[in-house]
């Protein structure tokens, strides 16, 4: 009868390592649900919108300008935060803020990333904290879930004129 009990019981404690081994891989190579918060990406996503996030994108190193990510917070590494990209390494981007006179522009460098909100005047973003290192991308936003009305791929950024060619 111990015997009996014992081998369910480590079956059952098999299985749930193994599945949890499985759901873990999933959410950390392939993707998951986020909820978002904050003003920052508005209009794109709003307070509240529910997006997928595929992580395959950050392992092949295939993030390109435009793309939206969840990147762990320079400033607190226990929250994630949900921006645009702007630059990659070596491209040239305006640091400076829309409302200032003079502009200010530096290069990304090596292994970093720009990012900025879609909502300038309310972002948090690379203008207040510099470049952001590539690892700390979680993964890229591809598709808005909720609400349902605005459910399908993300538009292009209100903000395109900050894209720099040089």
Not at 30 to 40: E, F, N, Q, R
Request: proline share 6%; net charge positive.
């Amino acid at each position: 009868m111990l015997r009996n009990v014992l081998g369910k019981a480590f079956r059952f404690l098999g299985y749930t390592v193994q599945y949890g081994c499985i759901a873990h891989c999933a959410f950390e190579y392939l993707g998951g649900i986020v909820v978002c918060s904050g003003p920052s990406m508005e209009p794109t996503i709003q307070n509240s919108d529910i997006v997928f996030s595929e992580n395959l994108s950050r392992h092949f190193y295939c993030i390109r300008k435009g793309d939206i990510v969840i990147v762990k917070s320079p400033n607190d590494p226990k929250s994630n935060i949900c921006k645009r990209v702007i630059g990659l390494e070596g491209d040239k981007v305006c640091t400076s803020n829309p409302s200032d006179f003079l502009k200010s522009h530096s290069y990304v460098p090596k292994g970093h990333v720009w990012l900025e909100g879609d909502n300038l005047r309310n972002s948090t973003d690379s203008r207040c904290y510099g470049p952001v290192p590539y690892g700390l991308i979680r993964g890229r936003i591809c598709l808005k879930i909720w609400p349902l009305n605005d459910f399908g791929f993300l538009r292009a950024s209100p903000n395109g004129h900050r894209f720099l060619d040089d």
